[in-house]
């Protein structure tokens, strides 16, 4: 079945780089398109970018400076980084799965992150 | 950016009303909208796909409408599992942005 796991570090420190994590099962890198998507606790989504199954990424034009998304197919895993990280990068991360249209049929479990000293 | 604004921000009904959350767009969106739910503690999960289509697997209670700049997703026979807050997104253009969220109580 269609599975989507989120891993990273659960705190990271005051302008370091995050990096995570999503590793995938039941469905192919290359046929499905992965986003990445953050929730601050108590608050609203924001969707932050997409490894579109052919290999090339689109951002959130307001992390673009600071975010990079990657894969390798061979172990089914999309990669985030994003540097020089703030408090207010304190938030839930979610990868998710796309079937082609943008919507998200699939989440991960999504990972807390911490930004703290 | 198209800006969702979601109404209203919370919501307390009884069991077995009907219930309807409202999404209105600052720019046509052309039905590239989607509803999820997110039950407390767990991740969105996709109810509403194209404005008015159900996702596989959700119940029939629920059902989304509207066009142009404005939609909403009803839910009829409100049942004590539909407890949740509830997020629209629209996915007509970048950066692909959602509503602030609805959180549905039972009375």
């Known amino acids: 079945q269609v599975q989507l796991m989120e891993s990273g570090p659960g705190l990271v420190q005051p302008s370091e780089t995050l990096s995570l994590t999503c590793t995938v099962s039941?469905?192919?890198?290359?046929?499905?398109?992965v986003h990445w998507v953050r929730q601050p606790p108590g608050k609203g989504l924001e969707w932050m970018g997409v490894?579109?199954?052919?290999?090339?990424?689109d951002y959130n034009s307001a992390l673009k400076s600071r975010l990079s998304i990657s894969r390798d197919t061979s172990k089914n895993q999309v990669f985030l980084k994003m540097n020089s990280l703030q408090s207010e990068d304190t938030t839930t991360y979610y990868c998710?799965?796309?079937?082609?249209?943008?919507?998200?049929?699939?989440w991960g479990q999504g990972v807390m992150v911490t930004v703290s000293s | 950016d198209i800006q969702m604004t979601q109404s209203p921000a919370s919501l307390s009904a009884s069991l077995g009303e009907t219930v309807t959350i409202e999404c209105r767009a600052s720019?046509?969106?052309?039905?590239?909208l989607a509803w999820y739910q997110q039950k407390p503690g767990k991740s969105p999960q996709l109810l509403i796909y194209?404005?008015?289509s159900l996702h596989t697997g959700v119940p029939s209670r629920f059902s989304g409408s509207g066009s142009g700049t404005q939609y909403s997703l009803k839910i009829n026979s409100l049942q004590s599992e539909d407890v949740a807050s509830y997020f629209c997104?629209?996915?007509?253009?970048?950066?692909?942005?959602f509503g602030s969220g609805t959180k549905l109580e039972i009375k």
């Open positions: 998710a799965r796309d079937r082609g249209w943008n919507y998200f049929d699939y």
């Open positions: 039941g469905f192919s890198l290359t046929s499905y398109n």
């Open positions: 490894m579109w199954s052919g290999g090339s990424t």
């Open positions: 720019e046509d969106i052309y039905n590239g």
């Open positions: 194209n404005a008015n």
């Open positions: 997104q629209q996915y007509y253009d970048y950066p692909f942005t």
